[in-house]
């Protein structure tokens, strides 16, 4: 019995002709969900004080984002902190007064109740909203269909340097995934533009009920690339 292993050859051979194609897929489509992030402040001479604030004001703002409902499909509280400020002069070290902090991040599905939420978040005392984030779930369908999309232009494009050739594909050696996520621009990455801010000083100046904001949705780019490696039937090459 011959044990003698086949050469590997990564050029194919006369008899079966290796083709190699890459196959890629854009596709551009609707968000599906939109992140904010809620940063909630306090400030006062006095430890306790500042603490209460904190506590009344994250108190407020969670309540008034839940009252949205399965709107929302992610609340979390992220970094807490309450931080003393020094006297800038003299040897003693003596605190000033106490700045307190928590962050939020909502994530939500309706984009109408997007901007009304925001535009109240932003009306509330010494409170910072930023976003909106735009983004697919990630296990959006989207994701699927560009991987396939991507494949059947590999095929298409193998096939059409078969034809040629006057001749066709034989076999699918390799299918190699390259790359098939969102573009890092809107997938949580950086915001389309800050929103509406308050921070430092309430809302003192705006009206009883403040208009919401109108967003307009960014649209996502979801990008699939795919190497694929065939034999095709040795063509016949007319001098």
Known sequence: ????????TPYGTPDAPRLAVRGEAHLEV???????????????????????????????????????????EKLETGAFS???????HGRAERVRAYHGRVHITAELTDFTALGELTTRLADLDLTRVEGPWWA????????????QQAVREAVQRAREYA?????????????????????PA???????????SVAYGGATDMPAEAAPLDLEPQRQHVYAQVN??????PPRLHP
């Open 30 to 72: 609707d968000p599906e969900i939109a992140r904010i992030g809620i940063t909630v402040n306090a400030r006062g001479t006095d430890r306790r004080d500042a603490l209460h604030d904190l506590t009344r004001r994250n108190t407020t703002a969670l309540d008034l984002i839940k009252s949205y409902g399965d709107t929302v």
């Open 136 to 147: 697919l779930r990630p296990d959006s369908p989207t994701h699927r269909r560009a991987r």
């Open 163 to 183: 034809e040629a050739l006057d001749t066709r594909l034989a076999a699918l050696i390799e299918l190699a995934d390259l790359d098939a996520e969102n573009t």
């Open 228 to 233: 694929a490696r065939f034999t095709m039937q």
């Open 186 to 196: 809107h997938g949580y990455g950086g915001p389309a533009g800050a929103m509406r």
């Open 82 to 88: 309450i931080t003393p400020e020094l006297t800038r």
């Open 1 to 8: 019995m011959d044990t003698t292993p086949t050469p590997h």
